[in-house]
Each structure stands twice: as structure tokens, then as C-alpha cells.
């Protein structure tokens, strides 16, 4: 009776493992059979194509091919990918592109994933970066639509160069700084500065600043690149990016305002576009008073923020005040058909200011291009934007900021171009938004 007692024991402690095992099992398949199918080393991984909005094939997952042009691989390599991309489209939709989902596992077949982009409208905007490592970027502010999204430097996949890991001109190529990458914004933090302005400082209308170049705070010296002139209300002090004006502003209206309205503006969050997760920014609330909040202010000292995350403040500014999440996924298909397989990816948003600020920061954006950055090269488009000269210190040259975005509805585009130690920002990367800007609205 005692043997048969503990053979019953046995035989329960037995069962009781293999039912924690065949549970545990359960979970893992639940909450990571995405991952199992869509790992690189599968025979499943990516099996489904990915095309850009106009049906041009970017990935071929059967022949493990891209796109015939090189141009298009090149600039859209860091969307799709290859196994040295975490954060690309083949890694993030694998699971997507294999057709897994937990019922049927990969059995009905492979999907086609169609994008929002824009494959020529990326090759244009790689080719006006001409080289040098930076951003661009546009998406349409109303529905997130993503149409395009450039980091450089790149390579072609079908033929990457021997000296990747050695030549100084593709250090940081396998990142993708549209997405994963924080700079200091520069003189488009003045943005931020002005919104709290207009709600917080309540006679903002007799604002006036005289710029002689120079302001010290405290034997602390924050400076202009000239005197910008005499009794500048808060939208002159925003067409010239005066220094000295928005040092002042800053100082008065306090390290812990400026850093609730950076918050606000979406611009410490991580977006999830797509399953990739952006790099959060940063700010650091300085001593009130201190020359480090004026220079905070500016958007300079330690303030940093990701250009996806930009160019969707953008896309709020110009939506009064309702900020979408970018999206890349059109909609997905049954491989080889046009057969829905999914539901399409919806819209998420988000509130940065009030309709009013909005309202105010728009006309005075618009302001900017027609008194500072010429109206000339944009033609006929309503384009409202900032400038930014980011000072990155050692001896290099600052970064160039341009962001902004159209105010019309025929045309509801956000941008955002960012070109690395690229000098000053509306010479050097506002020419290459009025070329990338007057493709994407082309006819």
C-alpha cells in the first residue's frame, strides 16, 4: 500500500510538471510566436513582399531580392533593411510579412505589405542630401501617412562597400536617425519657448527686445551672430532667431514651464510607428536665472529631441493642436493578390497646445519663410517653418535644422530635414526641403 501510495505520488508530481510545461509552453507561444516565426535564421523570416505606395517593389521575400533601381535600395534600405537592421521594416513586420498569426500558424500563406512611401520621393531626398548624414522627412499631418523617410549615410544592399566598418563616411550607418537618434534642436526649440510664452506671459502683445549681439547673464554671455535690431515684438525675435530675446523669455518664464512644455509637445515621449520605438529626448530644468536656462531655451545646453518626434510637433502645429503618430503600413495583402489580410493600421494621436497657440505659432512660422527664408524657393506652397543652427562644440560645424509644414489643405504636409554638421540651417537644409517639397506636391 505504501509503494503504490508513492508510485501515486510520483505519478501526480509527474503530471502536474508536464501540465506547468505544456502551459508554460502555451504562454510562450502566445507572447513570443511572432518572434520564433520571424527570426533571421527561419526558413518562414520575411517570406512576403514589401512594396512602396505605387506598387514598386522594394523586398521580395521568396528571392530574398530588392528593388531593380539602386537609387530606391539605397534610400529606403534603412525602412526595409537587411540583417544588420534591428529597427527595419524585414525585422518589425516579419511576422506580418510571414502571414503568422496563432490559429493557423504560417499554413494560409505569406502577406505583401504595402507602404506609404513614396520610393521616388525618398530618392530624391537622399540625392539632396548629397552625401553628408542627416534626415529627411515628410508625412501627410492629417491621416500619419509617412511618404518619406531618408537616413544617411546608406548603402546598397546588393553591394556593400568592403570598408563599412573602417571609412569615417558611414560611421553610424546602420542607424537609423530618423528614428533612434537625438540632436540638439537649435533654434527650432524656439517653437517650445514661444508656446509657453503665449499661454504663460499674459502681455506677451508688448513683448519688445532691442538685440545688440550679446546679452550676459550673470558674467555669463549668450550671444547672436549680429545685432538683430531695435524693439522686436515676439514675432520679429522669431523670424530672426534672436538669442538674446528668447534667453530673456526663457529666464522669465522658469526651467520647470520650459520642460512641462517640451512634455507637452510630445518631444521627451517614444512614439511607436509601426512597432519601432523612438528615442526619447531630453531637458534639463537649469537654475532659474541662470545663463544654462537662457541657453535651454535656445535649444541649446543639454536639450535633445528625436526628428520623428519633430516632425510630428510639426504636424500638430499644423493640425491646431492635434499631433498624429506618423504610420508606414498602407495595408497588407495575401501574397501575389489583393485580398485584404489584415484590418488597416489606424490613426493614434495626440494633443500638444491649445488651438489658439497653435493658430498664433503658425502665422508667425508662415511669417518666417516669407521675411527670412524666401517664399521664392517654395513657389506658390504656404510654407510655415523654423530654422535651427544647433552648435555641437569640439571644433564642428553646428548641425542645420529646417521643420515645418504646409498650410493648406490640398497639400497637408509636414517636413523635416536635418543635415549633421551641416552649417546654417535655412541655406543648408531648407533648400533641400523646397526640393523635396515641390516633388511631393508635384501634379
Excluded at 316 to 325: E, Q, R, Y
Excluded at 333 to 341: H, K, L
Amino acid at each position: 500500500m505504501k509503494r503504490l501510495r508513492r508510485r501515486t505520488i510520483i505519478a501526480l508530481v509527474l503530471a502536474g510538471a508536464l501540465a506547468a510545461g505544456v502551459l508554460f509552453f502555451c504562454f510562450q507561444l502566445i507572447g513570443k510566436g511572432n518572434d520564433w516565426v520571424g527570426f533571421f535564421g527561419t526558413r518562414y523570416y520575411d517570406s512576403g513582399a514589401i512594396y512602396d505606395r505605387n506598387g514598386v517593389l522594394l523586398y521580395d521575400g521568396q528571392t530574398k531580392s530588392y528593388a531593380e533601381n539602386q537609387a530606391a535600395r539605397v534610400s529606403t534600405l534603412h525602412l526595409v533593411g537587411d540583417q544588420n537592421f534591428g529597427t527595419s521594416l524585414r525585422s518589425v513586420l516579419a511576422s506580418r510579412l510571414t502571414g503568422y498569426n496563432l490559429v493557423t500558424g504560417t499554413s494560409l500563406g505569406s502577406h505583401d505589405v504595402t507602404l506609404t512611401i513614396d520610393a521616388a520621393l525618398n530618392e530624391t531626398a537622399y540625392a539632396a542630401l548629397n552625401g553628408r548624414k542627416g534626415v529627411v522627412a515628410v508625412y501627410d499631418y492629417t491621416t500619419g501617412d509617412l511618404l518619406c523617410e531618408v537616413s544617411s549615410p546608406s548603402y546598397d544592399p546588393n553591394n556593400p562597400p568592403s570598408d563599412i566598418n573602417e571609412n569615417p563616411a558611414y560611421e553610424g550607418v546602420y542607424l537609423n536617425r530618423f528614428f533612434s537618434s537625438t540632436y540638439p534642436p537649435g533654434s527650432v526649440f524656439k517653437l517650445v519657448t514661444t508656446a509657453a510664452a503665449i499661454e504663460q506671459k499674459k502681455d506677451l502683445d508688448q513683448f519688445r527686445y532691442t538685440c545688440t549681439g550679446s546679452l550676459e547673464v550673470d558674467g555669463d554671455v549668450i550671444t547672436c551672430p549680429y545685432a538683430h535690431g531695435e524693439n522686436m515684438d515676439i514675432k520679429q525675435c522669431l523670424a530672426t532667431s534672436c538669442n538674446g530675446a528668447y534667453a530673456t523669455l526663457a529666464m522669465e518664464l522658469g526651467g520647470k514651464t520650459l520642460g512641462e512644455y517640451m512634455e507637452q509637445a510630445g518631444l521627451l515621449d517614444s512614439l511607436a510607428v509601426c512597432d519601432i520605438h523612438t528615442a526619447k529626448g531630453s531637458f534639463v530644468a537649469q537654475e532659474d536665472g541662470s545663463a544654462f536656462l537662457g541657453w535651454s531655451g535656445v535649444g541649446q545646453d543639454k536639450d535633445l529631441v528625436n526628428p520623428c518626434n519633430m516632425l510630428a510637433f510639426m504636424g500638430g502645429i499644423a493640425n491646431d493642436g492635434v499631433a498624429v503618430v506618423p504610420k508606414l503600413v498602407e495595408r497588407e495583402t495575401i501574397t501575389g493578390t489583393s485580398i485584404p489580410a489584415a484590418f488597416p493600421d489606424g490613426k493614434d494621436t495626440y494633443s500638444i497646445y491649445g488651438e489658439e497657440t497653435c493658430r498664433q505659432l503658425k502665422e508667425m512660422m508662415r511669417n518666417n519663410v516669407a521675411s527670412q527664408y524666401g517664399q521664392a524657393q517654395f513657389g506658390d506652397l504656404a510654407v510655415c517653418a523654423k530654422s535651427g543652427t544647433a552648435e555641437v562644440g569640439g571644433g564642428q560645424e553646428p548641425h542645420a535644422w529646417f521643420a515645418g509644414f504646409i498650410d493648406d489643405p490640398e497639400h497637408p504636409l509636414a517636413f523635416l530635414v536635418l543635415v549633421e554638421n551641416g552649417g546654417g540651417g535655412a541655406r543648408v537644409a531648407g533648400s533641400i526641403a523646397a526640393q523635396v517639397l515641390a516633388q511631393a506636391t508635384a501634379e
